[in-house]
């Protein structure tokens, strides 16, 4: 049975606080050396809650270190583009505390095999991949497009520049990029998750959601059992988050089969994404099937989203991120999203540095 344990803890006695969950692991595995695998999203700093902290990633260090075990830091930013890891570690703060330890992932790129009804391989970071032990290292984050960015799609960091748009362009629908995320979690499941929920994010996560505090650790050798934990605390059923309900299907876990060893105290009011309906607002039959027609025709259309004029400094993230290539420039020369060719991904949003778009309208309806 997985068992995660939940550990309450603020950024200033992570080491303290973790040591004895991740002792224990560690000593049973008895790596030589550790991979952790942090959130990096896009660089940005420590108050924002968009990366896995730089004072949690160092505990987790200095405890394997202390044990005498090797330690490496790296992951794949959401920006793709030549050096663009090494910015983010040094624009999150990660850098300035790992130093040396941090691994550039585009630097060994090799193409794995993969079990999916998409594609039969995807392009990873090779040091993540051969890693003789990874710590997944997640932020408690909320997502516009899976919900939930947790353990599971923080694994979703091993795939190397382009390649994370090219899975936004195969799994094009919700329930597509959730079996994706799935099967790229499968190409090199982490030996150990230890999810930073101090501070986490609620709203239009992963990058322009708002903070929340939690303050609490989540650590387990089973990934889908920390994001189902996860779940709960946001007052949503496991299925209810896309990846977890194919999990389910897969029988990769039994939700009811989790053992919890600590306080996973459900939190209150939290915000899920404006691209969600939480289920208690969709409760009634009438509304269930309205709901299901909604999903079917629209969830795989164009994202509902607005330009904050005001806001955009016309930097083209989003123009040179979006994976289908459908934003142009408008004349006066402000990014514009052909909705024709949108597939409703959100990175335009998740990466847009100065939180420039609205969302409009609800779109997206929880669970099947
Ligand atoms: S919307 Fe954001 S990412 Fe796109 S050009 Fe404007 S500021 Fe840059
Ligand atoms: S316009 Fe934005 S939401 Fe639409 S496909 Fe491009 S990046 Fe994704």
Redesign the pocket.
């Known amino acids: 049975m997985p068992r995660v344990y939940i550990i309450d803890a603020g950024y200033e006695n992570v080491k303290e606080k973790l040591k004895p969950v991740l002792c224990n692991y560690l000593h049973s595995a008895g790596p030589k050396s550790v991979l952790l695998k942090p959130n990096l999203l896009a660089g940005a700093p420590p108050g924002k809650a968009v990366c896995t902290h730089p004072l949690f990633v160092k505990a987790v260090a200095d405890i394997a270190e202390e044990m005498g075990i090797k330690v490496a830091v790296s992951d794949n930013p959401g920006v793709s583009g030549y050096g663009s890891s090494l910015k983010a570690a040094k624009d999150s703060g990660l850098f300035e505390l790992v130093g040396e330890k941090f691994e550039n992932p585009a630097q060994s790129p090799e193409r794995a095999g993969v079990k999916s009804g998409y594609t039969d391989s995807f392009v990873v970071s090779g040091n993540i991949l051969h890693a003789e032990y990874v710590i997944n290292l997640p932020k408690f984050k909320t997502h516009s497009l899976t919900l939930f960015s947790g353990a599971v799609k923080n694994m979703f960091g091993i795939l190397v520049g382009g390649e994370k748009a090219r899975a936004h362009s195969i799994g094009k629908s919700r329930d597509e990029f959730a079996e994706l995320l799935v099967d790229i979690y499968n190409i090199r499941v982490p030996e150990l998750t230890v999810m930073d929920a101090i501070w986490g994010m609620e709203g239009s996560g992963p990058s322009n959601g708002s903070m929340r505090e939690i303050n609490k650790i989540l650590a387990s050798d089973n990934g889908f059992a920390v994001d189902a934990v996860c779940a709960n605390m946001m007052g949503l059923k496991p299925e209810e988050i896309p990846y977890l309900r194919v999990a389910k299907e897969r029988n990769l876990i039994d939700y009811e089969e989790i053992e919890i060893i600590g306080n996973p105290e459900v939190l209150k009011d939290f915000r899920i994404p404006p691209t969600f309906m939480k289920r208690n607002f969709a409760g009634s039959a009438f509304i269930g099937f309205v709901n299901s027609f909604i999903f079917e025709h629209f969830i795989k259309g164009p994202a509902r989203l607005k330009?904050k004029r005001k806001?955009?400094?016309?930097?083209?993230?989003?123009?040179r991120q979006c994976p289908v290539k459908a934003i142009s420039k408008d004349k006066e020369e402000?990014?514009l999203i052909d909705k024709k060719k949108c597939i409703g991904c959100y990175c335009?949003d998740e990466?847009?540095?100065?939180n420039?778009?609205r969302h409009t309208g609800i779109m997206r309806i929880l669970a099947k």
Request: aromatic share 16%; charged share 15%; glycine share 0%.
């Open positions: 330009l806001r955009c400094t016309k930097c083209y993230v989003c123009l402000f990014p335009c990466l847009c540095p100065e420039a778009w």
